[in-house]
């Protein structure tokens, strides 16, 4: 299995934010959707899947998302699925001749896969963009305790404080 392309994930997601204009957080993830040609549909799904990604032949995309989950939860799964539809256009598994199907569960959080890896490593950057978090934080680490901090900046970008944990951690802000 070929090594995830970090960087590539990255770039991608800033392209994408850029391309949908978007100055500042929580990341409006139905303009981001229509930035790539897609579009979000809620379903109460089975809980081990948080969402998919669809596309058919005439290129048109549908992420369907989880509607029983956290709202948190819901925009991972959201951007993540965004981050298939723009990076893994040919590599999805088929369902049948009319469409192409990517699952986000359990094993997406895993680390096993690297498609998976790298979709994470897009919502990531399109959820919580490396420029604006390093803005906040250093308007936010003076003023406030680590743990007030991650609640903070967890609820001004509609993330989980474990997603904002883990996005801090990877910038370097926590060891």
Known sequence: ?????????????????????????PIDLTQIAKTVGATIHYEPLDNEISGMAT????????????????????RFSIAHEIGHLVLHEDE?????????????SPQSSTGTDSKEVEANQFAAELLMPRKMVEED???????????????????????????????????????
Do not use: C, W
Not at 1 to 25: G, I, Q
Not at 94 to 99: G, L, P
Not at 142 to 171: G, H, N, P
């Open 92 to 104: 999805m598994l088929h369902v049948d001749s009319k469409y192409q199907i990517a699952l986000r």
């Open 55 to 74: 596309r058919t032949s005439q290129g048109v995309a549908l992420i369907g998302v989880n509607a029983l989950h956290a709202k948190a939860r819901q």
């Open 137 to 175: 934080v250093a308007r936010l680490i003076d003023d406030l305790e680590i743990e007030e901090a991650i609640s903070e900046l967890a609820q001004k970008y509609q993330v989980s404080e474990q997603a904002m944990t883990i996005r801090l951690t990877t910038l370097g802000f926590l060891s």
């Open 1 to 25: 299995m070929p090594a995830p392309r970090f960087n590539v994930a990255r770039r991608k997601a800033s392209e994408v934010l850029k391309k949908a204009k978007v100055k500042r957080a």
